[in-house]
């Protein structure tokens, strides 16, 4: 496979804020790769650089090995999904679709016709004659969507084209959008901050934070092996523990935990000291004996398929457990006492 | 309730709020009656009346005024009446001066408010201050100081001759074009103004959206953003045409007897006893007829746009 972008130690400083802290990224052809990453992390940024309407202040991006650092936006063989849309108040929702088309010199007949299977793909073929202000927010997001993908881009970039949407039109638009990034072949570059999203739909994610890419994988990748305590923390939940290193060797590491009990564990860095550990609520087991430690349980919270439990241990630092709510659960008493085993590939100790 | 004051009525309920607001619209009907149909309505009664020698009119019904502005009768009134062109081709003249002065003002308007509108927000104000502060100076001397520019020993002239562009001064004065640009002149902020509120609500991702999709910069400006700030045009245009088709300032000072327009037409029949009043009357009606006429076509040809 080829790269669709290389992205070489990107800058951008707007004024004397830097939005970008010099960021390198390989995406493939026909990949679809997430950025993913909290409020203000720069990612339309990035997106904005790619597309060309904003300029990169230092390093370079290559589009299909060329640089594309002179190429005006009409020159880009990119199609954006906006974060809000852009589109064109004047026109009908078919005229928006077809607009690209028109541009690249398709006739008319044809033109119509193919803005209609992009419609009828979004499932909006009775709107074609309305103006988008007469659209709700999800049924613009996917005009905007059918619009971009009109005119087959080589890439085609959305910037959270699905956040306007309730939570069953997003689940089945995810579905659909993977299915049509795999039916086109085209490089789909995805921006969103929702990990669920992200973790669903990407072959390999981004995570971004504060203008620096914290790590980047498979969804697989991301969560069960977190370089750093942001990447730990924002993808799922986490208990993350300051442990003692004992010994570190070849990727396994053996640390103390707070109770005084050692646990081997892989390991994100190979120095001794106190790191931070990092243990999912979902892989703690609650036993009656003891366990890797013991804690007191402070609140349970009903979370339907789950119940989350708010423990504190005997150390004193809190912890979170997950267990399914299945109809054999018993539900643990406030203030029980109760032993914490950590199953395998549970931990993970990271870098900072 | 009945007892309520009125001003503890939630605005928003229906009937407390046409209870307040009925009388607070009497001003306004009182200036619409004032300002605007009393003087239609005396105007189309004057322009049906006999013309008094002195000036003034005679209480007495008359087809006179319409009568000499469509028909030639003659010298002495006495021959069969043919079309009478003196008076439309005054009118037509006007209408092509109008014309070239508003598209002057689009031309020139245009990318200036194009400018302030892209300015940082803080300082568009300033921009537009400067904009009008030579309109805060009379009309009147605004006009003969065009023409003391733009006259043949006029600064205009002599720095063109300095730098050996021209041997001997265009003659400017006299001149349509000197008309066009009087009337270009007095009523520019009139069509910077409304296109800057238009551009200054356009959203530049459509732009960035149109780029996006193979647009080129011309297209663009041709595809998205005029049509969206069109309706600032629109304003623009009429809010310049309107008054440069009645316009008499700039005519009388700046052009000939071959650049008489409509409104020193007018302008005329109301001065001393050479004047005619009901005439006068009769050729504003015919002129607010033609323009209410234009309106209405380009209302209902965008209404019909608007709705395929
Ligand atoms: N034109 C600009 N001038 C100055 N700062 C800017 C500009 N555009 C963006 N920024 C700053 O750059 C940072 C990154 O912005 P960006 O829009 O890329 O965030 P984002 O990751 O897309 O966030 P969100 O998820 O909220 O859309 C932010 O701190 C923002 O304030
Ligand atoms: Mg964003």
Redesign the interface.
């Known amino acids: 496979m080829s790269d669709a972008i290389d992205i070489r130690r990107v800058v951008k400083r707007y004024g004397t804020f830097t939005a970008l802290h010099g960021v390198s990224l390989t995406i493939r052809d026909n990949e679809f790769f997430t950025l993913l990453g909290p409020s203000g992390c720069g990612k339309t940024t990035l997106l904005r650089m790619i597309?060309?309407?904003e300029d990169v202040t230092q390093g370079e991006i290559l589009l299909f090995g060329q640089n594309i650092a002179g190429l005006?936006?009409?020159?880009r063989p990119?199609?954006?999904v906006?974060q809000?849309y852009?589109?064109?108040?004047?026109m009908s929702v078919l005229d928006n679709v077809a607009?690209?088309l028109k541009?690249?010199g398709m006739a008319a007949g044809p033109r119509r016709a193919r803005a209609g299977k992009m419609l009828e793909m979004v499932h909006l073929s009775a709107f074609a004659d309305r103006l988008p202000a007469q659209l709700s927010g999800g049924q613009q997001q996917r005009v905007a969507l059918a619009?971009?993908l009109a005119?087959e881009p080589r890439v085609l970039l959305l910037d959270e084209p699905l956040s306007a949407l309730d939570l069953k039109l997003r689940q089945a638009m995810r579905v659909e959008l993977k299915q049509l990034q795999e039916d086109t072949g085209i490089t789909f570059i995805f921006v969103t901050h929702d990990q669920e999203e992200a973790l669903t739909m990407s072959d390999r994610i981004a995570v971004m934070s504060a203008g620096h890419v914290q790590q980047i994988g498979s969804a697989r990748d991301i969560y069960e092996a977190p370089v750093n305590r942001f990447v730990a923390d924002f993808i799922g939940e986490t208990n993350l523990l300051e442990v003692e290193v004992a010994s570190v060797q070849a990727g396994m590491a053996r640390v103390v935990l707070p109770g005084g009990q050692q646990v081997t564990c892989p390991s994100a860095t190979d120095t001794l000291g106190r790191h931070a550990l990092s243990i999912r609520p979902e892989r703690l087991s609650l036993i009656a004996a003891e366990g890797d430690m013991t804690a007191t349980v402070e609140r349970v919270v009903y979370l339907g398929t789950d119940l989350q439990l708010l423990m504190r241990l005997d150390g004193g630092a809190d912890m979170q457990v997950r267990i399914q709510n299945s109809a054999r659960t018993d539900v643990p008493q406030i203030g029980a006492r109760l032993g914490l085993r950590i199953e395998e590939g549970a931990a993970r100790l990271l870098a900072d | 309730m009945a007892g309520m004051v009125p001003d503890q009525t939630p605005a928003t309920s229906g009937d407390g709020y046409r209870r307040v607001v009925g009388p607070l619209l009497l001003p306004t009907w009182a200036m619409i009656g004032i300002f605007l149909v009393v003087p239609v309505a005396l105007m189309a009664v004057y322009s049906f009346l006999t013309k008094e020698f002195r000036g003034g009119v005679d209480w007495q019904f008359s087809l006179a005024a319409y009568d000499q502005f469509f028909l030639n009768r003659g010298l002495f009134g006495d021959e069969p009446p043919v079309m009478e062109w003196t008076y439309i081709t005054i009118f037509w003249r006007s209408i092509w001066q109008a014309a070239v002065a508003t598209a002057l003002c689009l031309a020139i308007g245009f990318p200036t408010a194009w400018f302030i509108a892209t300015r940082p927000a803080n300082t568009r104000g300033i921009w537009l201050f400067l904009i009008t502060i030579p309109y805060w100076v009379n009309l009147l001397i605004r006009t003969v100081s065009l023409k003391f520019l733009i006259r043949d020993n006029g600064p205009l002239n002599e720095a063109l001759m300095g730098a050996g562009l021209i041997d001997g001064p265009l003659p400017l004065v006299n001149t349509n074009l000197a008309v066009q640009l009087g009337l270009f002149y007095s009523y520019l902020p009139f069509m910077v103004l409304p296109v800057y509120a238009a551009v200054e609500r356009y959203n530049f991702a459509y732009s960035e959206a149109a780029a996006d999709l193979y647009a080129s910069r011309w297209v663009t400006l041709r595809e998205i953003v005029l049509p969206i700030v069109k309706p600032g045009i629109v304003a623009g245009c009429l809010l310049v045409f309107i008054p440069s088709l009645g316009a008499f300032l700039a005519p009388d000072l700046l052009g000939g007897a071959k650049t008489f327009m409509i409104g020193s037409l007018i302008d005329e029949q109301f001065k001393g006893s050479l004047g005619n009043w009901p005439f006068g009357a009769a050729v504003s009606m015919i002129l607010m007829t033609l323009v209410m006429i234009a309106l209405l076509v380009y209302a209902r040809s965008t209404a019909k746009g608007g709705a395929a």
Request: aromatic share 16%; charged share 15%; proline share 12%.
């Open positions: 597309a060309g309407f005006e936006p009409d020159h990119v199609n954006t906006f809000n852009a589109l064109f108040p004047h607009f690209g541009m690249k619009r971009a005119p």
